[in-house]
Structure formats: structure tokens, C-alpha cells
């Protein structure tokens, strides 16, 4: 059983090299590379904008999250970043499920959380200097879709915080309802802003959808290779 389970959570990367430079020395390495500009020459509001970027992920748990599983092997750094982006999704979840939004210090620890993935998206984008390409890009893509649910989630739990629409909410479900419409950009009419910090939360969440759909899929949609039946089909 011991042995179905290590193949399912970690396949065949036990096969991979230990990297050189561990996830923290690896960051410390891409801020040099872009103060350097070994990479890109960039200055001014470009250079400065990747900086705070690519410095930003220090003050979030996910890199050192990684640097603690990279000490037990290669492979357990990946399986520990699951693990984490899905913690991160399920937080918001129960957060509103048992209407804990009204405690501050649990709305910030959810707040804290989805600003590091909120940023973790432009720096791999324009940031990544040094990095070298995922193991696997259509893992990145479904990480992708789980920090999407995880953006979806938590802004449903700030809608409510207040009465910021034009009516509150019957169920906790109906703040995912209308969190999701938002991130569609379908909006209905049946559930819309009135108050100001409404207002601003549904613009946030647009641009940040703008960001995950259109830049970040578009980056990651180019480097997919396909394979299996389809790949097979063309060949024939």
C-alpha cells in the first residue's frame, strides 16, 4: 500500500538531480540577476517593478514551504506545493462555510495567503529570470486553475464581509455565486455593487482575472506539448 501511494504522490522524479542552489538561494540568485541585468537590460520603472516582484515572494510561506521539503529530496518539493495550494484554496471555503469571516485575524491570514499567489503569477511572467522551465507545464496549468478557485473563494468570503451589494446574501453560496460571475465577467444584474468598497473589490477581482486568463494562459497555452491519442491520431 506504502508503495501504491509513493508512486501515485510522486511517479518517477526520484530519478531527477538535486539541484545546486535550494528555492530561497535560487530567489536570492534571480534578485542579483535582475539588479545585474544578466538577463534583460531593462531600468527604470521595469526594473524596479521586477524587483519588488521577485523580492515579494520572501515574505510569503510557499518558499520556505518548499526550501523545508527540498531538504527530504527533489521530489517533495512539488508534492508539498500541492499540498499547500490546496490548503489555500480550501481555506476561504470553510472560512465562509462557518461564517469566520467576522474574526479579523482569520480574514487577515486568508488576505496574507492570497496576496502571495495574487503576486506569485507577474513574477513568474516577468520576473522569472534564472528559472528554469517547470517539469511540467500542464501541472503548472492545473496549479493555475486551483490559484483561479482560490482568487474566486477568497474574494466571496471579502463580499461578505459587508453589505456592499445591492442585497445581502441568503446563503454563504450565493457570495461564491456572485464571486464567480465576477471572475466570468457574465454579470447578470441580479447581484451588483452599490457601496464604494464594492465597487473597488469587483474591479480588483477583473483585473486579477484579466491577469490569470488572458496573460498567464496565454503564456503557458504555447508551451504545452501534446500527448497521447491525439498526438497519435496526427501522426497517422
Known amino acids: 500500500m506504502k508503495k501504491i501511494i509513493r508512486k501515485l504522490l510522486l511517479g518517477?522524479?526520484?530519478?531527477?538531480?538535486?539541484?545546486?542552489?535550494?528555492?530561497?538561494?535560487?530567489?536570492i540568485q534571480n534578485i542579483k540577476a535582475i539588479w545585474n541585468n544578466d538577463h534583460q537590460d531593462d531600468n527604470g520603472?521595469?526594473?524596479?517593478?521586477?524587483?519588488?516582484?521577485?523580492?515579494?515572494?520572501?515574505?510569503?510561506?510557499?518558499?520556505?514551504?518548499?526550501y523545508l521539503a527540498s531538504k527530504k529530496g527533489t521530489e517533495y518539493e512539488d508534492l508539498a506545493m500541492d499540498?499547500?495550494?490546496l490548503t489555500k484554496v480550501t481555506m476561504p471555503l470553510i472560512i465562509i462555510i462557518n461564517y469566520w469571516q467576522q474574526y479579523p485575524y482569520i480574514l487577515a491570514i486568508m488576505v496574507y495567503v492570497m496576496l502571495e499567489t495574487v503576486l506569485y503569477i507577474p513574477t513568474l511572467i516577468f520576473a522569472s529570470d534564472l528559472f528554469s522551465k517547470p517539469r511540467s507545464y500542464k501541472r503548472s496549468m492545473l496549479l493555475l486553475f486551483f490559484n483561479y478557485l482560490e482568487i474566486v473563494f477568497g474574494f466571496a468570503?471579502?463580499?461578505?464581509?459587508?453589505?456592499?451589494?445591492?442585497?445581502?446574501?441568503?446563503?454563504w453560496?450565493?457570495?461564491?455565486?456572485?464571486?464567480?460571475?465576477t471572475s466570468s465577467t457574465i454579470g447578470?444584474?441580479?447581484?451588483?455593487?452599490?457601496?464604494a468598497f464594492g465597487k473597488f473589490l469587483v474591479m480588483t477581482q477583473s483585473l486579477l482575472v484579466l491577469m490569470f486568463v488572458?496573460?498567464?494562459?496565454?503564456?503557458?497555452?504555447?508551451k504545452i506539448d501534446s500527448k497521447g491519442y491525439f498526438e497519435k491520431s496526427k501522426k497517422d
Open 157 to 171: 468570503v471579502l463580499y461578505s464581509t459587508g453589505d456592499y451589494l445591492n442585497q445581502k446574501f441568503a446563503h
Open 214 to 222: 488572458v496573460l498567464f494562459l496565454n503564456f503557458y497555452s504555447t
Open 45 to 66: 520603472i521595469e526594473k524596479i517593478v521586477r524587483l519588488l516582484l521577485s523580492s515579494s515572494q520572501l515574505i510569503f510561506p510557499g518558499i520556505y514551504i518548499k
Open 83 to 85: 499540498f499547500y495550494i
Open 188 to 195: 447578470f444584474g441580479d447581484l451588483y455593487p452599490v457601496a
Open 12 to 27: 518517477n522524479v526520484t530519478n531527477l538531480s538535486d539541484p545546486k542552489l535550494n528555492p530561497i538561494q535560487k530567489r
Open 173 to 181: 453560496f450565493d457570495a461564491i455565486y456572485f464571486s464567480m460571475v
